[in-house]
């Protein structure tokens, strides 16, 4: 079945410091990988997606994520964390085969500490 | 924003009664995708509509059922309800036709079923 893994529930960091978020997901063909971001309050908002070509790619507010196709993985990246970043970050999956759905990971909650 | 609306924002419901939702897509999106994210959990998808048809289904029982409008707007609706149907439930447009594989979708803010 079609899966997709985040490592941490929850992640403390203080600011300014680095912050990195695993992803790996099941294998089932080629995919397209995504990092969504859920400020409290607000909606799902796409921080950065990884089609083809260069596996180092970079999205919104500062944040990177690289693809290992070796791995299934597509872990997310930010030097510096402000306390803005306080958020829940979800990886999604769209498997090609399956159509134009998303199947998620489970989540990590990222609480930053001033 | 994403331009996607849903109503109402919260619900609170019984255990066996009926719950309709509402979503508008993003101008010019003709898509419509339906997700149930549980508490701590991530969205699961429910289903997918394009010109007013389903286009694909989770691991979702018949109770949970949908509508695509000719404005593209959409409905969710929930038969029976169940405590574990207490979630968000999101909705998100998309654009197919583009000629790709995938067309990104745009989420609303979502509408917050409580069952009791």
């Known amino acids: 079945a079609q899966s997709v893994s985040q490592h941490n529930h929850h992640v403390i960091l203080s600011e300014a410091a680095s912050l990195e978020l695993g992803c790996n997901y099941s294998y089932g063909g080629t995919v397209n990988l995504f990092w969504y971001v859920q400020y409290p309050g607000q909606h799902l908002q796409l921080l950065l997606k990884y089609f083809s070509g260069d596996p180092l790619v970079k999205g919104i507010k500062g944040f990177e994520a690289e693809f290992i196709k070796s791995k299934f993985s597509f872990n997310l990246r930010k030097p510096s964390v402000q306390w803005s970043d306080t958020a829940e970050y979800f990886c999604?999956?769209?498997?090609?085969?399956?159509?134009?759905?998303?199947?998620f990971g489970g989540g990590t909650r990222v609480l930053v500490k001033p | 924003e994403t331009g996607v609306t849903q109503s109402p924002t919260h619900l609170i419901k019984t255990r066996g009664q009926q719950v309709t939702l509402r979503c508008s897509s993003q101008?010019?999106?003709?898509?419509v995708s339906w997700y149930q994210q549980a508490l701590g959990q991530g969205p699961q998808f429910i289903f997918q509509y394009y010109r007013e048809e389903e286009n694909g289904r989770g691991n979702f029982p018949p109770r949970f059922s949908g509508l695509q409008f000719p404005n593209y707007s959409s409905e969710l609706n929930v038969n029976a309800l169940e405590l574990d149907d207490s979630a968000l439930y999101l909705c998100?447009?998309?654009?197919?036709?583009?000629?790709?594989?995938?067309?990104?979708?745009?989420f609303g803010p979502g509408t917050r079923l409580t069952v009791l």
């Open positions: 101008s010019g999106h003709n898509t």
């Open positions: 998100a447009s998309s654009i197919t036709g583009q000629g790709s594989s995938y067309n990104e979708q745009f």
């Open positions: 999604a999956v769209n498997y090609k085969a399956a159509g134009n759905k998303l199947t």
